[in-house]
C-alpha cells in the first residue's frame, strides 16, 4: 500500500512503508514537511516524470563514524594534501555537481530542480550542509546531507578527480566523530559505501536509534567555521 499525502504535516509510520521502501506519495517540499521527514528516516526521492516519492528501506545502510574505512591510498592523499577541504562555502554548486549525469550512467536525475530549491531552502535554515574539495582552487568533489540531533543524512556526492568525494566524506566524518554524531544515514546500498565502511542494519535498529539520538543538542547553522582544519591521519 501507498499513501497519499495531503497539505497536512504527517506521514504514515516509517514501517508501513512497501518491500522496496516506497512509503507514500504526494505532498510538498517545504522545510517544515522535509524536517518532519527526516525526524521520522523517511526521504524524498523522484525523477522529473514522477510525483513526489516518500521512502524508508529497510534494512537500512548506516555508517557509523569510527568504522570508517580508511585506506592506505587514501590516507596517503590525505597526507599529501591535493586537496583543500571546506563546509558548506559553496552549498548551491555542490548541489548542482551532484545533480550532473555521472559517467556511464543513464541520462536524468533524481535531483530536479525543485528538490535543488528545497535543499537549497533548507541550507538556508541551517540544517543542510556541504563539503566542498577543490584541487588548485577549482572545485572537484564533494557532498551534502541533511543533519539533525546528532545524525547525518548523506544525500548524494560527486567526484571529477579520482577520490576526491572520498577526501570530503573523510573530512565530514572526523567532524562528525568530534562532535560525537551517532551515525551517517546512507539510505539505499550501494557497493561503494559499503567498501568504506557502511554496514546495513534492520529497520527496528535504525528507528530505535533515530529516536534516541535526532532529540540529542545538534549543530544548527553554518558549518563554515570548520573548515581548512588539519586532520590527523592514523
Known amino acids: ?16 512503508a512497501r518491500e522496496d521502501g ?7 517540499l517545504s522545510v517544515e514537511r522535509l524536517l518532519l521527514a527526516y525526524g521520522q528516516g523517511i526521504f ?10 516518500w521512502w524508508a528501506p529497510d534494512p537500512r545502510l548506516i555508517l557509523e ?23 558548506d562555502t559553496d552549498f548551491e554548486q555542490i548541489i548542482r555537481s551532484c545533480a550532473q ?3 556511464g550512467k543513464e541520462k536524468g536525475t533524481w535531483l530536479v530542480p525543485e528538490m535543488i530549491d528545497a535543499y537549497i531552502r533548507l541550507h538556508e535554515a ?18 551534502y546531507g541533511v543533519a539533525m540531533g546528532r545524525i547525518f543524512f548523506g544525500e548524494s556526492m560527486f567526484s571529477s578527480v579520482s577520490n576526491s568525494s572520498k577526501v570530503a566524506l573523510l573530512h565530514l566524518v572526523g567532524l562528525l566523530r568530534k562532535w560525537e554524531f551517532n551515525l551517517i544515514d546512507c539510505q539505499m546500498t550501494t557497493s561503494h559505501l559499503l567498501s ?13 536509534r ?11 547553522g553554518s558549518w563554515a567555521a570548520e573548515s581548512n582544519k588539519n586532520m590527523t591521519v592514523p
Request: proline residues 8%; neutral net charge; glycine residues 12%.
Open 44 to 53: 524524498p526521492w523522484y525523477t522529473q516524470e514522477d510525483p513526489i516519492l
Open 101 to 103: 549525469p555521472r559517467r
Open 1 to 16: 500500500m501507498i499513501f497519499g499525502l495531503t497539505e497536512s504535516l504527517i506521514f504514515p509510520p516509517a514501517y508501513l
Open 22 to 28: 516506497l512509503l507514500a506519495v504526494g505532498g510538498d
Open 196 to 208: 568504506l565502511g557502511a554496514k546495513e542494519i534492520p529497520g527496528y535498529q535504525f528507528y530505535s
Open 210 to 220: 533515530l529516536e534516541k539520538y535526532i532529540t540529542q543538542p545538534g549543530y544548527l
Open 65 to 87: 563514524p569510527e568504522n570508517f574505512h580508511l585506506s592506505r591510498r587514501l590516507a596517503r592523499i590525505i597526507r599529501q594534501g591535493r586537496f583543500e577541504v571546506t563546509f
Open 126 to 143: 541551517g540544517y543542510a550542509h556541504s563539503v566542498e574539495c577543490r584541487e588548485g582552487g577549482r572545485l572537484v568533489g564533494g557532498l
